[in-house]
Nanobody, 116 residues
């Protein structure tokens, strides 16, 4: 069974930084698109950032210039470096992987809480 597992969430003060990590249980030789989403209480899940197999990235307007998505040395890992965090960034952050072979796989999520 293919899985993605997030880590790195926690509590941080406004203006601080956190780094989220996501690891997929597939061979790094499978091309994949990996994304970070977030869902705040009472709100819909929203796309935060995406990185393609070729390394192209896209960001939500609300995080541009503050968040950076990047791959690890292996293509089956991705990180989200979050800086200048705001209380409105508080949410559960989910990693999503899309591959031709395994379709769409979601992680269980990791909580990020930004205190004022």
């Amino acid at each position: 069974q293919v899985r993605v597992v997030e880590s790195g969430g926690g509590l941080v003060m406004a203006g601080g930084s956190l780094r989220l990590l996501c690891a997929a249980s597939i061979s790094p030789f499978f091309d994949n698109i990996m994304s970070w989403y977030r869902q705040a209480p009472g709100k819909e899940r929203e796309l935060v950032a995406t990185i393609t197999a070729g390394g192209s990235t896209e960001y939500a307007d609300s995080v541009k210039g503050r968040f950076t998505i990047s791959r690890g040395n292996a293509k089956n890992t991705v990180s989200l470096q979050m800086s200048s965090l705001r209380p409105e960034d508080t949410a559960v952050y989910y990693c999503k992987m899309v591959t031709k072979n395994f379709g769409v796989v979601w992680g269980q999520g990791t909580q990020v809480t930004v205190s004022p």
